[in-house]
Structures are given as C-alpha cells and as structure tokens.
Nanobody, 116 residues
Framework: QVQLESGGGLVQAGGSLRLSCVVSGSIFSDNTMGWYRQAPGKPREWVATITSGGITVHKDSVKGRFTISRDNAKNTVYLQMNSLKPEDTAVYYC???????????WGQGTQVTVSS
C-alpha cells in the first residue's frame, strides 16, 4: 500500500491542525490504521489507532487533545490535533500497524512544528 500524508505546518502553542492520510493499494476499509510520529533525535512512536469498526485508542499524552477518525469512502484517515504543545513537534506518519516493521511501508510523512 502507499500512504500520502498532508496537513502539517507551523502553528503556535494552543493551536490546531488536521492531518489527512490517503491510502491506496490495499483494502482500506478492512484494515486498522494508525498515526505515528518522530521527533528530531527520537525514535518513531505510536500516537493513535482506529480499527476497521471505528474503535479508537490514543496515546495518553494526546488524550483529550487529538482525535483519530476515518472515512472509508475516501480511503482516508484523519488526525485532528487541538491544544497543540511544543512537544508535539514531529514528523507525523500513518501506517497499518501490521506493517510498521517494514521500513519500505512508510510514506514521506508531514511535518508539524509547534512554536512556544
């Protein structure tokens, strides 16, 4: 499959962004999807997951601020990010959790920079 992430940018602390990820080449509606991020000098980390049935799980540090959702008709998964903090600065990626160990499965990501 191929993922194309978009929606990142530069925002002040407390601001909001909505990330999008269009997925092609797989049966999107049948798959659990996840958002991940990688800050400079740190390993990539999981942020949120949504199952094919719409069940969501979010990393503790983003609970109440970030919301993952999906539109199966558009093969797209979203990440609504509110009350952004400087520590949210990272490159954000989407992927299928079952593919995260495949280095070739990652897209180019989208940069989110939060200024204080």
């Amino acid at each position: 499959q191929v993922q194309l992430e978009s929606g990142g940018g530069l925002v002040q602390a407390g601001g909001s962004l909505r990330l999008s990820c269009v997925v092609s080449g797989s049966i999107f509606s049948d798959n659990t999807m996840g958002w991940y991020r990688q800050a400079p000098g740190k390993p990539r980390e999981w942020v949120a997951t949504i199952t094919s049935g719409g069940i969501t799980v979010h990393k503790d540090s983003v609970k109440g601020r970030f919301t993952i959702s999906r539109d199966n008709a558009k093969n797209t998964v979203y990440l609504q990010m509110n009350s952004l903090k400087p520590e949210d600065t990272a490159v954000y990626y989407c992927n299928l959790p079952k593919k995260i160990w495949d280095d070739g499965s990652w897209g180019q990501g989208t940069q989110v920079t939060v200024s204080s």
